[in-house]
């Protein structure tokens, strides 16, 4: 099998050889180039035609960012963008115009890691659009006919019985901020029910990403706090450093991840405390992204009488963690992302 083809762009030349060793230690992966700004990554993909790119963000003569959207109008390429955590709401922005996952800078025990994200990423089917595109849900695949599910609870016009005490929870990994860029604007500010996302995300990035769905929902998207109440009509981020969970007062709360925890946050601890603490009012969905986690939450969520939604295929950057979250019987009704919110809000008793 040929080794994936990595080009890695960074004008620090001390960074690039950090990421040359750790990545060239790791197997089934090969440095093909190495660039120091933004024109050398448009240049050195057309010439070595890479299979993925590590990219930073702050370079001279051509930025970060004009590169992915160069990049993406001559010749689509994954791009991983590795960012200093104090440019983190650049990185957001790199999503929006078409890197597929933004991340820390590693260190010099993260060789493991980067190479696992970029083996997965490098298979990522990416589109060609067009210079400086502003919309976002674009670059989420177009959707394909639902596969067949189960109808949605309740009596009359496909509404549930019980729409009191309503809470939605929402798991994504991979492509999750794209998915979640086009899902929440979606939903009106009258929405009634709170919800929570635990969305696979580096430590110190939770705040941009939050800033970033803001500005693009009705409803307000915070970074979840310890104690809070969740309240109809605001979205609580999960911070990745904890664990969130509910607990039984229906409050949030962090708890310290385990060494052996192999996702932070984890959408497993979150699911499973809302089919706790929620029972059947609990409303489990989830997302793009590679992976577990979150198949043990759907079904504890499932099994105390809640509803649970997945993202179909076609719409799906990585269809992983909702194809086996179908598989283990933990669903009951799969969607086209585009259908997730009209869903939503039915099942919560909420116009659209």
């Not at 670059?139 to 496909?158: I, N």
């Not at 089919?275 to 969905?285: F, M, P, R, S, T």
């Not at 799906?316 to 019987?329: D, K, P």
């Amino acid at each position: 099998m040929k080794p994936i083809r990595v080009l890695v762009v960074d004008d620090s030349g001390a960074a690039r050889a950090l990421i040359r060793a750790l990545l060239e230690s790791e197997p089934g992966l090969s440095v093909c180039g190495e660039g120091a700004n933004g024109r050398e990554a448009l240049e050195l993909t057309l010439a070595l035609k890479p299979d993925v790119i590590t990219l930073d963000l702050q370079m001279p003569e051509m930025d970060g960012l004009t590169a992915i959207e160069e990049i993406m109008a001559v010749r689509a390429t994954p791009i991983l963008v590795l960012s200093d955590l104090a440019d983190s709401h650049h990185a957001m922005e790199a999503v929006a115009r078409g890197a597929l996952e933004a991340a820390a800078k590693p260190g010099i025990d993260d060789g493991g890691a980067l190479a696992q994200r970029l083996r997965m990423l490098a298979g990522v089917p990416v589109i060609r659009h067009i210079r400086r595109q502003s919309s976002t849900t674009s670059l989420v695949p177009q959707t394909k006919p639902a596969l067949q599910s189960l109808p949605l609870p309740g009596a009359v016009g496909g509404r549930p019985e019980n729409q009191d005490e309503r809470l939605i929870a929402i798991a994504s990994s991979t492509g999750g901020p794209q998915a979640l860029a086009a899902l929440l604007p979606q939903l009106p500010a009258t929405l009634a029910a709170p919800i929570l996302i635990v969305q696979h995300l580096s430590v110190g990035f939770a705040a941009a990403m939050a800033d970033w769905l803001d500005g693009l929902c009705p409803l307000q998207v915070v970074v979840a706090k310890s104690g809070e109440r969740p309240q109809p009509g605001r979205i609580y981020l999960a911070d990745p450093a904890q664990h969130l969970i509910l607990s039984a007062d229906r409050r949030l709360r962090y708890v310290e991840p385990d060494a052996r925890d192999i996702y932070h946050p984890s959408c497993d601890r979150l699911l499973s405390s809302v089919a706790e603490h929620y029972g059947k009012g609990g409303l489990g969905v989830i997302l793009t992204g590679m992976g577990r986690d979150g198949v043990r939450g759907l079904l504890d969520i499932r099994a105390a009488g809640g509803w649970t939604l997945a993202q179909d295929e076609a719409s799906s950057l990585i269809f992983g963690m909702n194809r086996e979250a179908i598989l283990a019987g933990a669903i009951a009704q799969v969607l086209p992302l585009d259908q997730i919110a009209g869903a939503l809000c039915r099942l919560v008793g909420t116009l659209p």
